[in-house]
């Protein structure tokens, strides 16, 4: 395409007409090679692509956006998306989450977040999320800030908590057991949900959710519930939680908390990397190797029914004889 205002060309020293067309470039950024569409500019004179600055700026967005994405890290968009829905300044929301004043602004202008920070911005779109963290750390903003914020997710959580029906099972287990009166971390909250998949399969003759679980480094991870809980890293998880499970499953629930609930994580991880299915799904892998392998449900319900016979466990608070065993095992 020709276009008629005029630019200056540092090879032919002077203001020339220019063409400018789009075409798909791949760059390097950081050792990832991404590909993206480039607005190029050419002298007419002599055909050497001259610098625009508008258009520059639009390239390095559109390059920063596709490497964003390839990377699966946080759009802009995203961001300002999660600052409208809970009505939150650039630097308010950077101070609920201890970051520097700017943190948040610089992503919005282009700079790319880690991975780890991206993550964190992800979680706070489930609403519950947001409202751990804003009740946590609400003495570090301003009165008003808190109250805006809070009007904004007070609908959300209505929404979510008296009608959560579009809630999976497995999250409405582990809102049931963060519910409970045990301190509970992340590490200690997988580990639950595979007991809770393993002993109601062993004793009801179903599996409890249909998620999957992968072989991490530290033991089963239940992928689709990880990212709700990252924010709070080692630390406890508190979240206000209601529940949406009948009986007959809560029932399996208390006897996995009376089990293993006083167990902290760590704990929780040895006897995890004790039992079959988290080491065949390993098989191969270092120690300290990345792994999404999956550990199939499949495995979970022979291993657990095997321990049901072996434990001679009739019942729920019965789980308690397998879980002493394992302590006694590796203390
Ligand atoms: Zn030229």
Redesign the pocket.
Known sequence: MKNSNKVY????E?D?N?TTIKEDETININGIEITFNKIKNH??????E?YIESDNIKNVKNANMEYRKKLGLIQVNEINTLLSKYNIGKTTLASLLGWGEITIVRYIEGSTPSKEYSDILKSLDYPITMNSLLEKNKGKITEIAYKKCKKKLNGYLDETSFDNFSDTVLENVAYYFLSKDYEITQLSLQKLLYYAQGFYYALRGNYLFTEDCQAWVHGPVYTAIYPKYKLFGYEPIKSECSYNLSEEKTSVLDGVLKAFGCYNGKILEKFTHSETPWNKARVGKKDDELSNEIISKDSIAKYFTNVVQKYDISNVYDIEGYSSTLKNKIL
């Open positions: 060309c540092e090879f032919c002077e020339t220019h002298c007419i004179n002599c055909n050497n001259i």
